[in-house]
């Protein structure tokens, strides 16, 4: 049950898109379309943007999208806005019918 | 929409005892998978334990098997972890949340698609 590897951080300016990669292995990420996404201000609950690698909940802004290829997931946030400045959790269901999180990418919005 | 809310946090000396609890409205309850996902300080986020809609299937991630119980009583809207057991690094914030979860046979189990989430009950452990 290792921990999906993220980048530690991210940074784009307003209007521009960034991308974050989610890698884990054919026993979580490659083996399974329950991958998810999740944005979290600190001191505030986490918020669902992407659950089963690309649909976006109701409310979440089409500039969020997911995608994956073999063990990688992918988050796009397009057109970059202050308020996105945020944590950012990938998740996968596993092999042994667990859930496992990546370690966080940390968005700066320059 | 669903409400979540968490309780039972507080200070516990190593090897000590705690149960969580996480009352739920807004939905039907029996009908959605949840678990408990925890983040320690300055850490990330990190799934502690499922349980499907039913109550008959519960998981767990290895640090906690053995010490934690995860449970749940449709009729009260409620879902629990025991803690037994603690450890320092059990130290969290720990979150109850409802998951879209994989649904068949009438009841739904966990697949961390986490879209309702309680705003989490602060556990310390230390002497």
């Known amino acids: 049950q290792s921990a999906l590897t993220q980048p530690a951080s991210v940074s784009g300016s307003p209007g521009q898109s960034i991308t974050i990669s989610c890698t884990g292995t054919?026993?979580?990420?490659?083996?399974?379309?329950?991958v998810s996404w999740y944005q979290h201000h600190p001191g505030k609950a986490p918020k669902l943007i992407i659950y089963?690698?690309?649909n976006r909940p109701s409310g979440v802004p089409e500039r969020f999208s997911g995608s994956k290829s073999g063990n990688t997931a992918s988050l796009t946030i397009s057109g970059l806005q202050a308020e996105d400045e945020a944590d950012y959790y990938c998740?996968?269901?596993?092999?042994?019918?667990?859930?496992?999180f990546g370690g966080g990418t940390k968005l700066t919005v320059l | 929409e669903v409400q979540l809310l968490e309780s039972g946090g507080g200070l516990v000396q190593p090897g000590g005892s705690l149960r969580l609890s996480c009352v739920a409205s807004?939905?039907?309850?029996?009908?959605?998978?949840l678990s408990w996902v925890r983040q320690a300080p300055g850490k990330g986020l990190e799934w502690v334990s499922g349980?499907?809609?039913?109550?008959?299937?519960?998981y767990y991630v290895d640090s906690v098997k053995g010490r934690f119980t995860i449970s749940r009583d449709n009729s009260k809207n409620t879902l629990y972890l025991q803690m037994n057991s603690l450890r320092a690094e059990d130290m969290a914030v720990y979150f109850c949340?409802?998951?879209?979860?994989?649904?068949?046979?009438?009841?739904?189990?966990?697949?961390?698609?986490?879209?309702?989430w309680g705003q989490g009950t602060l556990v310390t452990v230390s002497s």
């Open positions: 807004g939905h039907t309850f029996s009908s959605y998978a």
């Open positions: 089963e690698v690309s």
């Open positions: 949340a409802k998951d879209r979860g994989y649904c068949t046979g009438g009841t739904c189990y966990p697949r961390g698609s986490f879209d309702f």
């Open positions: 349980i499907s809609g039913s109550g008959g299937s519960t």
């Open positions: 054919s026993n979580d990420v490659g083996g399974y379309n329950y």
């Open positions: 998740s996968s269901y596993t092999s042994i019918s667990s859930v496992v």
